[in-house]
């Protein structure tokens, strides 16, 4: 098993920039894939990203991929989300999730893929 904490959240303006962090214990990250995800108020959850733990292959929604980097470092068992020129649509508790290595690329992209979630961190981008 492995617990999942996420960090980094915050409030910022429209263009800003802010980092999540996804720190795991019980498990070494290198047992998962790994993936964000976020869910507005009122709306469904939501695919962010993802990365694949073994080759580093990465996966991104239409709507955050030059905007948004994925990374992983294996040394410090933690996942990040940079994100940049952040817009208010982007508003939302953002959740880390963990899926195992065996999850299929094309369904990296399916919250029901992912075995452990974090409790969430709020990011708010003000207009």
């Known amino acids: 098993q492995v617990q999942l904490v996420e960090s980094g959240g915050g409030l910022v303006q429209a263009g800003g920039s802010l980092r999540l962090s996804c720190a795991a214990s019980?498990?070494?990250?290198?047992?998962?894939?790994m993936g964000w995800f976020r869910q507005a108020p009122g709306k469904e959850r939501e695919f962010v990203a993802a990365?694949?733990?073994?080759?580093?292959?990465?996966y991104y929604a239409d709507s955050v991929k030059g905007r948004f980097t994925i990374s992983r470092d294996t040394a410090k068992n933690t996942m990040y989300l940079q994100m940049i020129s952040l817009k208010p649509e982007d508003t939302a508790v953002y959740y880390c999730?963990?899926?195992?290595?065996?999850?299929?690329?094309?369904?990296?992209?399916?919250?029901?893929?992912?075995?452990?979630w974090g409790q969430g961190t709020q990011v708010t981008v003000s207009s």
């Open positions: 019980g498990r070494t990250l290198r047992m998962y894939n």
């Open positions: 990365v694949s733990w073994d080759d580093g292959v990465t």
């Open positions: 999730a963990a899926a195992p290595l065996t999850t299929p690329a094309q369904a990296m992209r399916a919250a029901n893929e992912y075995t452990y």
